[in-house]
């Protein structure tokens, strides 16, 4: 007889007890002697069931040892034991993964939600509590996968996610909650960064900033740190990486990439899956998985950056991924030799993305529907020929209906609009695709499971939804979340964002930062010198829930850092020099609603990366691809017609503060998230450093000269807007790239530091000679 923390255990006098139990906040931590620790909630009903001395959850409540209880077999045992004691609706309720959830949820808008009826602001509950909405998922439909974004802090978060656990494991099976995330280690440009200080996250460059390191090793760092953060804050799958290649410049997806080099995004992709999937020493629980690792969902199959006319397929005017070159089997690449293919232990993300793309006229059956609906694309080719058992998940809204072909949060179900919802369910689960991207409601998939019975009979269906639930449960053992997804708040608060963690995402922004000009080695300027920052206009935007901004004019850096490094001078003929910030040009998305209502256009227009206005002369007339329920015609073309950009106003400011300085040096920094024609500015400045979402005073660290730029371009920079024209969307690296007035080309893999253009391993490696 054992009493510990009051609970009286009872264990026979021949066996020897290797457990002890300790109460660590709301929860219970049970310590296995050699095993597996388990946490569980006293208020969720469970007790505790014992084995030759050991302890295991009694999850489905029926006093004996399940084999999906025992943390001592292969995971892969328990998941077909669990699965096999299912429900239909309890898989069902799997193969849902949540609407975007934000903690506390706000209380409008397409993500907002309620307390007991209420709002956030009038409920007077605590913000880690469960929204109405997210009681009802759990409950209700058993959601057991939710999707993240905002959350209010790490020790909220982890106080929410042992809400969420407590409820979920006191019901049905006890299958806990698998919460996710989309990238949230991001920058805030005008924060400041403080060596020995924490922070509420750590803050990276975005993914191309990572490529432009040409370091791997950097970016497993990056996984490994930002797995640690992800799991105190109770998420144990990313929704990430993208590594689709961007082969089309003009897409609006290329920032989240890790480039157009094929090799270069394999590389990357591999290092930040084993990164974040891989754990180590006691948190190993076997095959490289345990309580360190998040489960990596690569996307999207089979690539989305051909894009026709650089389009995208959120929207239904950029449905399309076209081919021309002939080129689709090479956007797998950093799939096939990257994603599926990791050095450490855990083998292959464990879980697929597919993009929304119809990939036009690729389907050897001939059908074009989107990639999940798509039974060649998903099955003959994913599953059979490259091998891929894990999961499969839609992105998010493609079972929804379209209701306007320019509102991101439309239904995406292209190709299939004529099904109903229930319809494209079924379509999508015979493709060979486990889960639902943004469906909060089973029906939708029960009556897909009907259909199945209908046409092929109930043993059928029961083992097609248990294949499914083998490779969902999968990701969720392997984690150990079914041992212990509990968390210590103060814990978390202190993993999240530490100064470790902190300092080696500022070093991977400075590393990250790509210096294409230095005439007469102007950088770097001494402190003492006095610099000049033009204002920026910032133009109106259009939000993708349909919010609107209005245009402003503002400094585009924190000025407060600047004055750390330089002092700063309202005045251009008072500075020594000049610093231009500026963006990617902005042309919007390559459609124009009203003009396509006016009856005297279709729409569509170019995609434009120089400031100044184009006209697309040498477009291709008709487009390869069209068609919409939407659209009376099907062809895209925009031959002819001329677009402006929303910050024209950069090339401007560029032109008129170099008048203004006269022959004193001009800087401009660009923050890219799109190639850039460099031929408008280029001659009549000093130098160009281009940054992937860094922080302001990474900027200022290097044109300081306190670190030096060693990053490299991932992507070409075009010669001219009729090169963007003419290249191919399918194709990486085809473009004719500028050449500056130094006689440097602009092409993937250049970038200088203060010795001049870099020649390294890395460059030896992944550059064309």
């Known amino acids: 007889m054992l009493t510990i923390l009051g609970i009286l255990i009872i264990t026979s006098c021949s066996e020897q007890v290797k457990w002890s139990e300790t109460q660590v906040g709301n929860f219970q931590l049970v310590t296995n002697e050699g095993g597996a620790a388990l946490g569980y909630s006293l208020a969720s009903g469970i007790s505790l069931l014992h084995n030759k001395g050991f302890a295991f959850k009694d999850l489905n409540k029926n006093g004996k040892l399940d084999k999906y209880e025992d943390w001592r077999l292969p995971v892969e045992e328990r998941a077909k034991d669990l699965a096999s004691k299912m429900s239909i609706e309890q898989i069902a309720g799997l193969m849902l993964y949540s609407k975007h959830q934000s903690i506390p949820a706000g209380g409008r808008g397409p993500f907002g939600d309620t307390y007991a009826g209420k709002s956030f602001s009038e409920s007077g509950v605590q913000a880690s509590e469960l929204s109405d909405g997210q009681k009802k998922f759990l409950t209700e439909d058993n959601l057991r996968h939710v999707l993240l974004t905002r959350v209010e802090s790490p020790e909220?978060?982890?106080?929410?996610?042992?809400?969420?656990?407590?409820?979920?494991?006191?019901?049905g099976l006890g299958i806990p909650a698998n919460n996710s995330s989309d990238p949230r280690n991001g920058t805030r440009s005008d924060s400041e960064y403080n060596a020995g200080a924490g922070g509420e996250i750590s803050m990276w460059p975005g993914s191309l900033g990572l490529a432009a390191t040409f370091d791997p090793e950097l970016v497993k760092q990056f996984g490994d740190i930002a797995s640690k953060e992800y799991r105190a804050l109770g998420i144990a799958t990313a929704l990430s990486p993208q590594v689709d290649l961007s082969?089309?410049?003009?897409?609006?997806?290329?920032?989240?990439?890790?480039?157009?080099?094929p090799q270069l995004a394999a590389d990357m992709a591999r290092a930040y899956i084993d990164g974040f999937q891989t754990s180590h020493g006691d948190a190993e629980i076997g095959n490289g998985w345990g309580y360190q690792s998040v489960n990596a969902m690569v996307k999207h199959w089979p690539g989305g950056g051909s894009g026709e006319g650089g389009r995208d397929a959120h929207y239904g005017y950029g449905k399309y991924a076209v081919y021309p070159g002939n080129n689709f089997e090479q956007h797998f690449f950093p799939f096939i030799h990257g994603a599926f293919d990791l050095k450490d232990g855990t083998g292959q993300a464990s879980a697929v993305m597919p993009y929304y793309t119809i990939s036009f006229n690729q389907d050897s059956n001939g059908e074009n529907v989107g990639n999940s609906y798509n039974k060649y694309i998903i099955t003959d080719l994913l599953r059979n020929k490259y091998g891929y058992n894990g999961v499969l998940c839609t992105d998010w809204n493609v079972t929804a209906d379209e209701t306007a072909i320019d509102v991101f949060m439309s239904g995406k179900s292209w190709g299939v609009e004529g099904l109903s919802v229930d319809e494209r369910h079924y379509k999508i689960l015979m493709a060979g695709v486990d889960q639902f991207g943004g469906n909060n409601d089973a029906?939708?998939?029960?009556?897909?499971?009907?259909?199945?019975?209908?046409?092929?009979?109930?043993?059928?269906?029961?083992?097609?939804?248990?294949?499914?639930?083998?490779?969902?449960?999968?990701?969720?053992?392997?984690?150990?979340?079914?041992?212990?997804?509990?968390?210590?708040?103060?814990?978390?608060?202190?993993?999240?964002?530490s100064p470790e963690f902190m300092k080696a995402g500022y070093d991977a922004q400075l590393k990250s930062v790509v210096m294409l000009k230095n005439k007469g080695n102007v950088i770097p300027f001494k402190r003492d010198l006095t610099v000049y920052i033009p204002k920026r206009y910032?133009?109106?935007?259009?939000?993708?829930?349909?919010?609107?901004?209005?245009?402003?004019?503002?400094?585009?850096?924190?000025?407060?850092?600047?004055?750390?490094?330089?002092?700063?001078?309202?005045?251009?003929?008072?500075?020594?020099?000049?610093?231009?910030f500026v963006e990617s040009p902005d042309s919007g998305g390559g459609y124009n609603i009203a003009d396509a209502k006016s009856g005297e256009g279709n729409g569509y227009f170019p995609i434009n990366l120089q400031y100044g206005p184009y006209t697309a002369d040498l477009a291709r007339d008709p487009s390869m691809a069209g068609g919409d329920p939407l659209e009376l015609m099907t062809n895209r073309s925009y031959k002819g017609k001329s677009v402006n950009t929303a910050n024209y106003k950069d090339l401007e400011s560029i032109l008129a503060?170099?008048?203004?300085?006269?022959?004193?040096?001009?800087?401009?920094?660009?923050?890219?998230?799109?190639?850039?024609?460099?031929?408008?500015?280029?001659?009549?400045?000093?130098?160009?450093?281009?940054n992937f979402s860094v922080q302001n005073q990474a900027l200022m660290d290097i044109i300081a000269g306190e670190a030096e730029p060693s990053g490299l371009l991932p992507l070409q920079m075009p010669a001219s807007m009729d090169e963007v024209e003419l290249q191919e969307e399918d194709v990486p690296q085809d473009m004719k790239c500028y050449q500056d007035a130094e006689g440097n080309t602009y092409d993937v893999g250049f970038g200088m530091n203060w010795g001049g253009v870099i020649n390294d391993a890395r460059t030896t490696k992944y550059v064309a000679k």
Request: no cysteine; hydrophobic share 40%; aromatic share 10%.
């Open 156 to 171: 909220i978060s982890a106080k929410w996610n042992n809400n969420v656990q407590e409820l979920v494991e006191g019901i």
């Open 247 to 261: 082969t089309d410049p003009r897409w609006m997806r290329v920032s989240g990439t890790f480039g157009e080099n």
């Open 443 to 497: 029906g939708p998939v029960l009556a897909a499971y009907e259909m199945g019975v209908k046409e092929h009979g109930e043993q059928f269906m029961r083992d097609r939804f248990e294949v499914s639930a083998v490779r969902l449960l999968t990701n969720i053992f392997q984690v150990g979340l079914f041992e212990n997804p509990y968390l210590d708040p103060e814990r978390s608060s202190k993993v999240v964002g």
């Open 538 to 580: 910032f133009p109106p935007r259009r939000m993708f829930t349909g919010m609107e901004t209005e245009g402003r004019m503002d400094y585009p850096v924190n000025v407060k850092i600047v004055e750390k490094y330089f002092k700063v001078s309202e005045k251009p003929e008072d500075a020594d020099f000049a610093i231009v």
């Open 657 to 690: 503060t170099k008048k203004a300085m006269k022959n004193k040096p001009v800087i401009v920094s660009i923050n890219m998230s799109n190639p850039t024609v460099m031929a408008e500015f280029e001659q009549s400045v000093d130098g160009i450093l281009v």
